[in-house]
């Protein structure tokens, strides 16, 4: 009996891998339903958060929201614009939902991470190096402990989102979608020292995605 409840509240630290958790992928590779899928599943033995930036939680936040929503066309001022505020949303967002959450022992989901500012404002690879070492050389940067990368091809994306008729944000279309996928590609085959990513093919569907998440999850790190 004793035992039972020693091993009931010691369990969860011991099987969970990983604390900090961030999805990447494209627009409509299916982020925010996997870690909706991954939430529900921790969500039975452990506190587990879901997060996602932009936060439109402060300024910064609000008014990428509504740069991104607007239909202004991509330049390099509008990019250095939007990283710039990108990382005052993410450095509050590191110091008030994420740190204090992974303080109180909960598992935190974060969909999209400064991965997202590589891919979508580099402008080219030499752009996303320099934005990839502007985030692992900050010490006020949190490293998370693993990246699962929703890897699909624009074509297939834009389909899913043509069909859910979502409003096009300024990144929604095949153009800018195929560089920002090579952008990723670039990413998760040249930072595999900075930071562990877990390559996933969002070709699945829902339910396959999930377990694939969770089977690696699961995998001691
Ligand atoms: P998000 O709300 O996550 O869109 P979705 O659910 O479609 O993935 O993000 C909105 C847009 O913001 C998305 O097109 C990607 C873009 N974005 C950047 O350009 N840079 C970033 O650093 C982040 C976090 C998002």
Redesign the pocket.
């Known amino acids: 009996m004793r035992l039972a409840f020693l091993n009931k509240i010691l369990k969860p630290s011991f099987i969970v891998n990983y604390r900090f958790i961030v999805l990447e992928?494209?627009?409509?590779?299916g982020?925010?339903t996997l870690a909706e899928n991954i939430k529900k599943h921790f969500s039975k033995n452990h506190f587990c958060i879901k997060l996602?930036?932009?936060t439109e939680l402060n300024l910064w936040g609000r008014e990428?929201?509504k740069i991104?929503k607007s239909k202004a066309s991509l330049n390099e001022k509008l990019s250095l614009k939007?990283?710039r505020l990108?990382k005052k949303d993410?450095l509050w967002d590191i110091k008030n939902r994420i740190k204090p959450a992974l303080q109180e022992n909960k598992i935190v989901i974060l969909?999209?991470?400064?991965?997202?500012?590589?891919?979508?404002?580099g402008e080219n690879q030499k752009e996303a190096d320099e934005i990839m070492r502007e985030y692992t050389e900050d010490n006020r940067i949190l490293q998370p402990d693993c990246v699962l990368y929703l890897k699909i091809k624009p074509e297939y994306t834009l389909k899913r989102?043509a069909k859910r008729n979502?409003a096009e944000?300024?990144?929604?279309h095949k153009e800018a979608l195929q560089k920002?996928f090579e952008r990723y590609e670039y990413i998760v085959s040249n930072y595999a020292n900075e930071a562990k990513i877990i390559v996933l093919d969002a070709g699945l569907n829902e339910k396959e995605l999930a377990s694939a998440a969770l089977a690696a999850l699961n995998e001691k790190r």
């Open positions: 992928g494209i627009d409509g590779s982020k925010s996602s930036e932009p990428l929201r991104l939007l990283r990108f993410r969909d999209r991470y400064y991965f997202s500012t590589a891919a979508y404002q989102m979502e944000e300024i990144f929604e920002i």
